[in-house]
């Protein structure tokens, strides 16, 4: 069993920044692909962004956020984070970390094994 803890999250103005940390119990990290989703109120979970377990660090982003999101890892710690920057009121939603125990980025929530319960972003206008 792996058990995420998501934080970092808060209410900020429209361009601002958040880095939200998602640490990590139970198991090591270090084989899995780290996905940030969000769900905004009266709407599906969405994928975010990932990143995989290699030493290249493969990364993946919605659409939506590329160029203002980054997502890291550190393994040793077990920990994973997302940079958010030029943050638009779009972006509110709770954000959850979840971990897929696999070497391939997916983007479809319900194929991630494990999640945390989430850390709510509020971005104001």
């Known amino acids: 069993q792996v058990q995420l803890v998501e934080s970092g999250g808060g209410l900020v103005q429209a361009g601002g920044s958040l880095r939200l940390s998602c640490a990590a119990s139970?198991?090591?990290?270090?084989?899995?692909?780290m996905g940030w989703f969000r769900q905004a109120p009266g709407k599906e979970r969405e994928f975010v962004a990932a990143i995989d377990w290699t030493s290249i660090g493969t990364t993946r982003y919605a659409d939506s956020v590329k160029g203002r999101f980054t997502i890291s890892r550190d393994n040793a710690k077990n920990l994973v984070y997302l940079q958010m920057s030029s943050l638009k009121p779009e972006d509110t939603a709770v954000y959850y970390c979840?971990?897929?125990?696999?070497?391939?980025?997916?983007?479809?929530?319900?194929?991630?094994?494990?999640w945390g319960q989430g850390t709510q972003v509020t971005v104001s206008s």
């Open positions: 979840a971990a897929d125990a696999t070497i391939v980025i997916k983007i479809s929530a319900p194929l991630y094994d494990y």
């Open positions: 139970g198991r090591t990290l270090s084989r899995y692909v």
